[in-house]
């Protein structure tokens, strides 16, 4: 069995699956951490992998930038290979001096003014929720490793490059209470409530709005390795 844009068969991806935007995020992690890895989706250059975390099955996988891409891979991973949990491992840019790069941040919600929820079934909602059992075990795994985190809602943006004022974000961190901003989070919590699966989204810190420091496309891509650790210690736990 296949999708449009999936070539694995269904008993090749794990019940739970990582998702990272960049696919050499996923490749990376399953490079560094698994064990018995195969590769199981090349299609457009989406790479997925399967493999063994401390003797535990688990899938990592892109998703591609911007909610229609995770929308159609979660969508279809929740729906024709019977995942339960995806975890998304990502980036973030902080609107809050207190987040530093390489900070991590537990997504406690997800604030956009994106219509992908309302095109998808009508969800007039613009703030949506990750599952509260999958954030209280990924806080746990956190505290065992003794890696700080911090929570809070983040804005899931449809657009990177905003014309506008430059303090928009300011008026979203006293508005809606945005810490940060991706762009992926909004669908992936709304397809997982669609669904009646589980989600949630573990970042790390790469920009600072506030202190304008950053941190570079090859750190982004291999560095950012405490959130990969907590994330699969979701598996191992």
């Not at 699956?17 to 951490?33: C, E, H, N, S, W």
């Not at 299609?43 to 997925?48: C, G, T």
């Amino acid at each position: 069995m296949s999708t449009p844009h999936i070539e694995a068969n269904k008993n090749e991806i794990a019940n739970v699956v990582l998702m990272a935007g960049d696919p050499l995020r996923a490749k990376f992690i399953a490079d560094t951490y698994l064990d018995n890895v195969r590769q199981v989706n090349r299609v457009r250059n989406m790479f997925a992998y399967t493999g063994t975390y401390k003797g535990k099955e688990v899938s990592v996988m892109g998703s591609g930038m911007g909610m229609p891409s995770i929308g159609i891979y979660s969508y279809e991973l929740y729906t024709q290979y019977d995942v339960e949990v995806i975890i998304r491992v990502g980036t973030c840019g902080s609107y809050i001096k207190e987040a530093e790069v390489y900070d991590l941040i537990l997504v406690s919600s997800a604030y956009s003014e994106s219509s992908f929820a309302y095109v998808q079934n009508k969800e007039k909602r613009d703030i949506l929720y990750p599952s509260v059992e999958v954030n209280n075990k990924l806080r746990d795994v956190a505290t065992h490793l003794n890696y700080p985190l911090l929570e809070g809602c983040i804005h899931s943006t449809d657009v990177f490059y905003v014309d506008g004022p430059s303090d928009y974000y300011k008026q979203l961190r006293s508005e809606k209470g945005c810490i940060a901003v991706e762009m992926e989070s909004f669908a992936l919590f709304h397809n997982a409530n669609v669904l009646n699966k589980k989600a949630a989204c573990i970042l790390s810190v790469s920009d600072n709005f506030e202190t304008k420091s950053n941190v570079c496309s090859e750190d982004r891509e291999l560095s950012l390795t405490k959130m990969m650790e907590v994330a699969l210690g979701y598996i191992h736990e």
